[in-house]
C-alpha cells in the first residue's frame, strides 16, 4: 500500500499479531537495538498489557506497546513502518497508549531508546519527555545463576 490516506489509531487485536511480529523484526520500522526483543513484545501483547496500532485501511503501519508494574511503566517499544513516518503517527500512538497507562493508575512512564535518532525519539520529545544523557542500562538473563557465587 502506497503511504497516503486516512490512518487511525485503534486498540491492538489479537489479529495484528503477525503483522505486529514483520513489523518489529523489521530495523527499518523499529530501530536497531531496540531495549525490549521480539520475544518480550508477543508476551506483552498476548498478556493484555496495553498497545496500540495504526492502521491505513487494512494495513498495520505502526505499534506502541508498553508494560506496566505498579504505578510505573515501560513503553517497550514504538514501530513505525519507514513510508508512514513523519506525520504524526507516532506522536498519536504514544499519547492513546498515555490515555491508556494513566487510565490504569501509572504516575511515570518510560522508554528505553538505542540512542537520540532513534525510531520513537521525536514523538517522545513532542510528548515533553527528557531524555537522561550519561545513562548506562546493564542486563543479563537470571537463569542460569552465575557459577561460584558466594551465598549471602
Avoid: K
Amino acid at each position: 500500500m502506497a503511504a497516503e490516506g486516512p490512518w487511525r489509531i485503534r486498540d491492538f487485536h489479537a489479529d495484528d499479531l503477525d503483522a505486529a511480529v514483520r513489523l518489529w523484526d523489521n530495523p527499518a520500522s523499529s530501530g536497531e537495538a531496540p531495549g525490549f526483543g521480539l520475544s518480550d513484545l508477543i508476551a506483552a501483547v498476548r498478556s493484555h498489557e496495553p498497545a496500540v496500532v495504526a492502521v491505513a485501511g487494512e494495513e498495520l503501519v505502526g505499534t506502541a506497546v508498553a508494560t506496566v508494574g505498579g504505578v510505573r511503566a515501560w513503553v517497550m517499544r514504538i514501530s513505525l513502518a519507514a513510508a508512514w513516518r513523519r506525520r504524526g503517527i507516532g506522536s498519536a500512538m504514544l499519547g492513546e497508549l498515555e490515555r491508556r497507562l494513566v487510565a490504569a493508575g501509572v504516575h511515570r512512564i518510560q522508554c528505553l531508546l538505542a540512542g537520540e535518532g532513534e525510531i520513537g525519539a521525536l514523538a517522545l520529545e513532542h510528548a515533553g519527555y527528557t531524555a537522561r544523557p550519561g545513562v548506562v542500562f546493564y542486563e543479563r538473563p537470571a537463569w542460569p545463576p552465575r557459577c561460584g557465587r558466594p551465598s549471602p
